[in-house]
Nanobody, 122 residues
Framework: QVQLVESGGGLVQAGGSLTLSCAAPGRSLSSYYMGWFRQAPGKERQYVGSISKSGLSTDYEGSLKGRFTIVKDNSNNILYLQMKGLQSEDTALYFC???????????????WGPGTQVTVSS
């Protein structure tokens, strides 16, 4: 079992930026494809993006590309989600995910973190 722990969520003003982090204590992130999902109140879970084991290849949900960036620091075993130009519709619980075999929007990721809340005030 892989435990994922997100951090960095909070309250941010519209137009602002925020960076989320994800760690897997005791695990090497280089062994996993990883990504982010989010779920807003009353809405279905939405794919944000994902990244290869090496961190060299990324995939994003189309509407988020350009504002959201996923970075994988295998040396320090931390996954980041860098968000800019945040708007109220970005308010959601953000989940870190990991899978040993693949990445992308349609993957059923094996491991999920509990989530970190991001609230954007207008």
């Amino acid at each position: 079992q892989v435990q994922l722990v997100e951090s960095g969520g909070g309250l941010v003003q519209a137009g602002g930026s925020l960076t989320l982090s994800c760690a897997a204590p005791g695990r090497s992130l280089s062994s996993y494809y990883m990504g982010w999902f989010r779920q807003a109140p009353g809405k279905e879970r939405q794919y944000v993006g994902s990244i290869s084991k090496s961190g060299l290849s990324t995939d994003y949900e189309g509407s988020l590309k350009g504002r959201f960036t996923i970075v994988k620091d295998n040396s320090n075993n931390i996954l980041y989600l860098q968000m800019k130009g945040l708007q109220s519709e970005d308010t959601a619980l953000y989940f870190c995910v990991a899978d040993p075999y693949e990445y992308g929007e349609t993957v059923e990721y094996d491991y999920w973190g509990p989530g970190t809340q991001v609230t954007v005030s207008s």
